[in-house]
């Protein structure tokens, strides 16, 4: 099993710009989750899903959208990126309780 | 905002020590989690403690938690090299599977 993988792996973005990361789990998880985490800080949860075609907000959700078309997918989006979205975005899955987590991807905008 | 804070923020200790790290939440809680990041990857869960439970051990692993102090501690006994690393607690409340995360202790086994 992979896991929970997140594609790519590093990304820099223009002010303005959009993208999508996506978070992929092999484990048939009902749970799953984005994170991001700034430096000297723990994660906030940006959204989550709790099974396929839901999705709810987290602590930190402006500027950002998801969506859950597959149970094994988790997509985060950025429509027009702004510099204080630069981070380090996490995904996990989670079958309740414990939760895995993805290598993480590395967002620059300038 | 963070429901749980990790106290002290940074540690460094000479491999064979224990290392102990705490953690305090505000609310009342389902249960309490510890994940250990190593630079630059993602996070890997260690231990979950029920509400309901007081100590748990998984290898060098000890955890405690305390209800009524809302508080919760980490101890890694004869740490080694490879421990190095950011540890974070994590609770989930009453309702709900979502995990709140506190800022984390850095931790420094020097060999």
């Known amino acids: 099993n992979a896991g929970v993988t997140q594609t790519p792996k590093f990304r820099v973005l223009k002010t303005g710009q959009s993208m999508t990361l996506l978070c992929a789990q092999d484990?048939?998880?009902?749970?799953m989750y984005w994170y991001r985490q700034d430096p000297g800080m723990g994660l906030r949860l940006i959204h989550y899903s709790v099974g396929e075609g839901t999705t709810a907000k987290g602590e930190v959700p402006d500027g950002y959208n998801v969506s859950r078309l597959k149970k094994q997918n988790f997509l985060l989006g950025l429509e027009s990126a702004a510099p204080s979205q630069t981070s380090v975005y996490f995904c996990?899955?989670?079958?309740?309780?414990?939760?895995?987590f993805g290598p993480g991807t590395r967002l620059l905008v300038l | 905002s963070q429901q749980g804070e990790e106290d002290p923020q940074a540690l460094s200790i000479q491999e064979g020590e224990n290392a102990t790290m705490n953690c305090s939440y505000k609310t009342s809680i389902n249960n309490l989690q510890w994940y250990r990041q190593n630079s630059g990857r993602g996070l890997v869960h260690l231990i979950l403690i029920r509400s309901n439970e007081r100590e748990k051990h998984s290898g060098r692993l000890r955890v405690t938690l305390d209800t009524s102090k809302k508080s919760s501690s980490l101890l890694i006994t004869a740490s080694r090299a490879a421990d190095t690393a950011s540890y974070f607690c994590a609770t989930t409340m009453e309702y709900g599977n979502k995990l709140v995360f506190g800022a984390g202790t850095i931790l420094r086994v020097k060999s």
């Open positions: 996990a899955s989670s079958p309740t309780g414990k939760q895995y």
């Open positions: 484990m048939n998880h009902e749970y």
